[in-house]
Nanobody
Framework: VQLVESGGGLVQAGGSLRLSCAAS????????MGWFRQAPGKERDFVAS???????YYADSVKGRFAIARDKAKNTVYLQMNSLKPEDTAVYYC????????????WGQGTQVTVSS
């Protein structure tokens, strides 16, 4: 089972990026998918999640700027990030958990997002 993130990079403040998370090894259509991020010297924080039934949740810090979506046919989850701020700089991780569990079991390797001021 693998989760592979892509789409990170360097962008100026106010810019946009779209992260992708491709899942392989099993079908994740019945899983809840989430995005987390970890800035240098800080703990990993929740960013957004989408359930198998498409219920969506966001951290307050990204509401109105980020959008999570999933394509079940492609086994892929996306995170559209707009109006990026320097404080959004972090390694972004994709994760998956069973709907019956509160713990994210599968994690990607992360992709770096750097927002310059």
């Amino acid at each position: 089972v693998q989760l592979v993130e892509s789409g990170g990079g360097l962008v100026q403040a106010g810019g946009s990026l779209r992260l992708s998370c491709a899942a392989s090894g099993r079908t994740f259509s019945s899983y809840h998918m989430g995005w987390f991020r970890q800035a240098p010297g800080k703990e990993r924080d929740f960013v957004a999640s989408i359930t198998w039934s498409a219920a969506i949740y966001y951290a307050d810090s990204v509401k109105g700027r980020f959008a999570i979506a999933r394509d079940k046919a492609k086994n892929t989850v996306y995170l559209q990030m707009n109006s990026l701020k320097p404080e959004d700089t972090a390694v972004y991780y994709c994760a998956a958990r069973r709907s019956s569990s509160n713990e994210y079991t599968y994690w990607g390797q992360g992709t770096q997002v750097t927002v310059s001021s």
